[in-house]
């Protein structure tokens, strides 16, 4: 799965250097608010970010970057 998004750092759930870490904080995520979430990489960073998807979509910001999407989670 090659897909970009641009999401403000500042609206992750959370964030971790391993993606098994990152993973776990979005299934805890996921199940407790039965919302789509991403586990998304910043394209030269080496931390991975879980965004709440719709959440993080609906909000624009001038501060956003570039992350790819690792793995999604409906």
């Known amino acids: ?23 776990v904080a979005a299934q805890i995520y996921h199940r407790k ?19 709440d998807e719709a959440a993080a979509i609906a909000q624009e910001h001038e501060e956003a970057k570039r992350y790819a999407v690792v793995k999604r989670l409906k």
């Not at 897909?3 to 870490?21: K, M």
């Not at 608010?33 to 965004?51: I, M, N, Q, S, T």
């Open 33 to 51: 608010a039965e919302k789509p979430v991403l586990v998304a990489k910043e394209k030269d960073g080496k931390a991975y970010f879980v965004f």
């Open 1 to 23: 799965m090659s897909e970009d998004v641009f999401f403000n750092p500042g609206d992750s759930i959370s964030s971790a250097f391993d993606f098994d870490n990152a993973y």
